[in-house]
């Protein structure tokens, strides 16, 4: 069975910084391409930024040069460092991963973060 647990949201003013945890457990040989994910009430979760197995990443337009996503692949863990937060940046925030050899995808089940003066 995979688990997915994201942890580290919170509550931070504007401008201030967050960085995001994902550790992925179970018994799986590898990861393809990891990525973060952000959903607020009444709209469609968008994607925040992915990283494949390779490395490569990729970011939404908004956050761009704000946030680095990064993996450790011994720990199976991803993380979203998140400076210069906005208001906007409001969101619960998934973690989303897919399993190497089925390529089954999974979620965890969030973590909010909330960025208000």
């Known amino acids: 069975q995979v688990q997915v647990v994201e942890s580290g949201g919170g509550s931070v003013q504007p401008g201030g910084s967050l960085r995001l945890s994902c550790v992925v457990s179970?018994?799986?040989?590898?990861?393809?391409?990891m990525g973060w994910y952000r959903q607020v009430p009444g709209k469609k979760r968008e994607l925040v930024a992915d990283i494949t197995s390779g490395g490569r990443t990729n970011y939404a337009d908004y956050v761009k040069g704000r946030f680095t996503i990064s993996r450790d692949v011994k720990k199976r863990t991803l993380y979203l460092q998140m400076d210069t937060l906005k208001s906007e940046d409001t969101a619960i925030y998934y973690c989303?991963?897919?399993?190497?050899?089925?390529?089954?995808?999974?979620w965890g089940q969030g973590t909010q973060v909330t960025v208000s003066s």
């Open positions: 179970g018994d799986i040989f590898g990861l393809n391409v």
């Open positions: 989303n991963i897919e399993v190497r050899q089925t390529r089954a995808t999974y």
